[in-house]
């Protein structure tokens, strides 16, 4: 196939408006261009600072949104063909791999990267046309309990934790915080224990520290009834206990709160490394000074380099990092609704919304 007709979406049309089923007009893959038949799309906090919180998307609007994607390659353009046919996870980040940064291996700051439902249409589709390069190839035959679509959580909710966490060199002698142990969270926590950490997880929702307890972290807190003290004697005495040799606590912010941020910078002691992960449009105070008096890091990343997507994959594949208990699948008709509830935080566990391809006309 060299085009694919009849797709459809439901895209975002101005800011703070709830989004619309629209139809796609004939996508025709351009030369290194493939068309993904999406398996599903999981949806984001960015997508909902963009459909609520007047983040722009670097596309104007109209806009689909979504940039955790898996799918089958459907269509491919020229020198694009060897994909045809394959089970792939779509990075939310591709780099254009030609410019400086590109060159510099600083792929997820680069100015001409590709993020679908920021740069152009996204993957709450039934297709979407996205770059060849970077793709991520999956096995035909998953193990027990995984399908394709619910890897596509894999291209950010997986791999940004999963970049973050690699980032900082974290092993077997450290002690990780995850701060936030919802939708990326709930896989920071797994991906820290898998490298062999001790991990502490905090969040306020008492479910989800009860499932990172049963997914590697080796103390839970509860936030909404320990206040900022109470956390840093209950990880102090862990660490101790732990007796791991690594000096500084590395902290992992992934709840995208502000309350969530103020903690995981107050939690800070000497040596310390903070990484933040999760997003929000809101600011916080801090006394910045403490970077300075801990001898503290403190950094972030956008998303994930394309070639570390298959080590990533690869701790889901084998079973070190669960999905399953994390997410949750809906119609992608539910759309609308479903962004307004992860808007609410009313939805405890990481959507993925899934097209019904038996209902296309094609
Ligand atoms: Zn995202
Ligand atoms: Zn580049």
Known sequence: MTSVGGAYGFRLNAPSSPVQPCEIPVLDPSPEEVVVQVAGCGVCHTDIGFAFDGVPTRHPLPLILG???????????????RWLGRSVIVPAVIPCESCPACRAGRGTICRRQFMPGNDGDGGFASHVLVPARGLCAVPEHLPAGLTLEILSVIADAVTTPYEAIRRSGLGQEDVAVIVGAGGVGGFG??????????????????????LASQHGAGLVLDASSTDLKGLKAAVRAFSKGSARKGIGLKIFEMSGTPAGQTTAFGLLDHGAYLAVVGFTPKSIELRLSNLMAFDATACGNWGCPPNQYPAALLLVLEGKVALAPFIELHALEEAPAILEAVAKHALRRRVILRPNHGAMKH
């Open 189 to 210: 926590v797994q991906i820290a224990a898998a490298l062999g950490a001790a991990v502490v997880a905090i969040d306020v929702d008492r479910e989800r520290l009860e």
């Open 67 to 81: 940039h955790e994607i898996s799918g089958r390659v459907v269509a491919a353009g020229e020198g694009a063909s």
